[in-house]
């Protein structure tokens, strides 16, 4: 660890999942691979942290298409031998019962310590609490949530680490500063709001979900069962978390300072909790990809060189048009035009926008101009987003020369898309899409982004140079008919006419992507900034003076 490192405060990054390798099925989606990122970008900068989370022996799902088009989940138990046996067992108790959670660590995949609680240990009642990532239903997801943050706690304790900052990573580990309250007043005799107060100075809190319906909350009682109250009060609980509580009002309660995950989703995250009495203050701090794992080492020479990028470009291509081949038996064409959309199947992310007006797709489709791939996978308990996935498959079988599907969305289709695609749609309706990380990847390999102007894309798009934008960030109740007017607008007036007839233009814009995207949207630049803004405290803040956290002044 480097000298600079040494000054900086030991930081415990608490999250559900952590998305390190395809191989390694511990994650279900962006939130698990920012995780995955962050982790690689602190080993990266030799920042000391380490990670915390959960083995989760039977992945989040395997999710494959029926012989009637619909997508069907299967659960296969993992083994994980690379995993280095901490000697640690830690307890926690559950329903009434003392529930033993094995420490393991994960060094594998270039990152810092990860620490992850395996409750599939002999003796255990309840070992399948760490089987299903998001498995089951309310009960299994507060005995997760304690799993993680209680178990986790402790765990750190165990292990000798001396933290110096918790970071909770969306508002799943929050138990965990219950029980550093609980600590605090059993063992150094601290009256609850002193403890809460102390606690507090060590915990920073990221939301994510820009939506107020889709934020985790639990009634009472429930939590009560569980043990998730943990030795407080009804009253102390409700203080953190409100009724029914509040993941998020409680991460929010719980730290010194949140951050939403892109400028604009900081606006929008300090408009939605706004009303939240005693909430810390929320900062943005954008995310960014780790660029060993994602970036094309060729590409990104290329650029460095001032050479040839499109001839990496087209080996890209041309990989991801043979594994396409492999999967589905389908063979594209690397001179057409293609678009990639891959995301977790979600009604707001608005997969089949494009094919809102079949009259102006299809000509594009059976022509040969465009070919469009899609993936994604939905949860498994969303019977809606199932639909999704049903509806982007049926659109393979419709156009079964042009578009096609690929099952089973993972880091490797990922990692495919994001760099054999020549362009990266992204039509969510705004405000609702958070960061959006796969089209930084996409950036970063010279993929170009088409985009409404959400999540990250604002502080990326420079129309007609690194991108294209779709819409002019109108959030009214039409906005699904505006946007899909500008989509086609800017489709068939600038981004097919470029790339068929002006690629000196469009390899300048894949290198002005590249260029804009490499450091500015890199996991490291991320890790700094946490470092900077939210884990160091402002000299101002450590004199007495009021430091104000949204500009760090």
């Given at each position: 660890m480097n000298n600079q490192a040494k000054k900086q405060p030991t930081v415990a990054y608490f999250c559900m999942e952590f998305g390190l390798h395809e191989d390694f099925k511990i994650y279900s989606g962006g939130l698990g691979i920012l995780a995955g990122d962050i982790i690689k970008a602190a080993k990266d900068g030799e920042f000391p942290l380490v990670g915390v989370g959960i083995l989760w022996r039977q992945g989040y799902c395997t999710q494959l298409i029926g012989q009637d088009g619909k997508p069907y989940d299967c659960y296969p138990a993992y083994k994980y031998d690379f995993l280095e046996d901490t000697g640690v067992v830690v307890s926690v108790k559950i329903r009434g019962r003392q529930v033993k959670c094995k420490v393991w660590k994960c060094t594998e995949y270039g990152n810092v310590p990860l620490y992850l609680l395996d409750t599939n240990v002999p003796g255990n009642a309840d070992i399948f609490i760490t089987g299903q990532l998001y498995g089951w239903f309310s009960?299994?997801?507060?005995?997760?949530?304690?799993?993680?943050?209680?178990?986790?706690?402790?765990?750190?304790?165990?292990?000798?680490?001396?933290?110096?900052?918790?970071?909770?990573?969306?508002?799943?580990?929050?138990?965990?500063?219950?029980?550093?309250?609980?600590?605090?007043?059993?063992?150094?005799?601290?009256?609850?709001?002193?403890?809460?107060?102390?606690?507090?100075?060590?915990?920073?809190?990221?939301?994510?979900t820009p939506v107020v319906a889709g934020n985790e909350v639990h009634e009472h009682e429930l939590l009560q069962y569980m043990g998730a109250y943990n030795g407080l009060t009804y009253g102390q609980m409700l203080k953190i978390g409100g009724e029914p509580f509040s993941m998020t009002v409680a991460g929010l309660r719980l730290s010194r300072i949140a951050n939403g995950v892109a400028q604009l989703h900081g606006e929008t995250a300090r408009k939605m909790w706004a009303h939240v009495d005693?909430?810390?203050?929320?900062?943005?701090?954008?995310?960014?990809?780790?660029?060993?794992?994602?970036?094309?080492?060729?590409?990104?020479?290329?650029?460095?060189?001032?050479?040839?990028?499109?001839?990496?470009?087209?080996?890209?291509?041309?990989?991801?048009?043979?594994?396409?081949?492999?999967?589905?038996?389908?063979?594209?064409?690397?001179?057409?035009?293609?678009?990639?959309?891959?995301?977790?199947?979600?009604?707001?992310?608005r997969g089949d926008?494009?094919?809102?007006?079949?009259?102006?797709?299809?000509?594009?489709?059976?022509?040969?101009?465009?070919?469009?791939?899609?993936?994604?996978?939905?949860?498994?308990?969303?019977?809606?987003?199932?639909?999704?996935?049903?509806?982007?498959?049926?659109?393979?079988?419709?156009?079964?020369?042009?578009?096609?599907?690929?099952q089973n969305y993972d880091m490797k289709i990922g990692k495919m898309l994001t760099r054999g695609c020549?362009?990266?749609?992204?039509?969510?309706?705004?405000?609702?899409?958070?960061?959006?990380?796969?089209?930084?990847?996409?950036?970063?390999?010279?993929?170009?982004?088409?985009?409404?102007?959400?999540?990250?894309?604002?502080?990326?798009?420079?129309?007609g140079v690194t991108g294209w934008q779709i819409g002019d960030a109108?959030?009214?109740?039409?906005?699904?008919?505006?946007?899909m007017e500008s989509l086609y607008k800017v489709l068939l007036e600038e981004v097919v006419?470029?790339?068929?007839?002006?690629?000196?233009?469009?390899?300048?814009?894949?290198?002005?992507?590249?260029?804009?995207?490499?450091?500015?949207?890199?996991?490291?630049?991320?890790?700094?900034?946490?470092?900077?803004?939210?884990?160091?405290?402002?000299?101002?803040?450590?004199?007495?003076?009021?430091?104000?956290?949204?500009?760090?002044?």
């Open positions: 009960e299994e997801r507060i005995a997760q949530e304690m799993v993680l943050g209680i178990a986790g706690v402790k765990a750190l304790q165990a292990l000798g680490i001396d933290v110096d900052v918790y970071h909770f990573n969306d508002s799943h580990p929050v138990v965990a500063g219950i029980e550093l309250i609980r600590q605090k007043m059993d063992n150094e005799g601290m009256s609850f709001e002193a403890a809460w107060e102390l606690v507090r100075e060590k915990i920073v809190f990221t939301t994510h005693g909430a810390s203050e929320i900062l943005a701090i954008t995310n960014g990809v780790h660029n060993g794992t994602w970036q094309d080492s060729k590409v990104l020479s290329a650029v460095k060189e001032n050479g040839d990028v499109w001839a990496p470009h087209i080996e890209a291509k041309k990989a991801m048009i043979e594994e396409i081949y492999n999967r589905n038996g389908v063979k594209l064409n690397e001179d057409v035009l293609t678009i990639g959309f891959a995301r977790r199947a979600a009604p707001y992310k926008l494009i094919f809102t007006k079949k009259e102006v797709i299809e000509p594009l489709l059976k022509e040969g101009k465009l070919q469009i791939i899609f993936s994604g996978k939905a949860h498994p308990n969303d019977l809606t987003g199932k639909e999704i996935v049903s509806v982007m498959y049926q659109m393979s079988k419709t156009y079964p020369n042009a578009v096609v599907f690929l020549d362009v990266w749609l992204n039509n969510p309706r705004r405000p609702l899409e958070a960061s959006g990380t796969s089209g930084m990847k996409a950036a970063m390999n010279g993929v170009l982004n088409f985009s409404v102007l959400d999540g990250w894309w604002p502080e990326g798009c420079e129309h109108y959030e009214g109740e039409d906005q699904d008919l505006v946007d006419p470029t790339y068929y007839d002006n690629r000196a233009k469009w390899v300048e814009m894949m290198k002005a992507s590249i260029n804009m995207s490499t450091w500015k949207f890199s996991a490291l630049r991320m890790v700094e900034e946490y470092y900077k803004l939210m884990y160091t405290k402002p000299e101002a803040d450590a004199k007495g003076e009021a430091a104000c956290c949204c500009c760090n002044k």
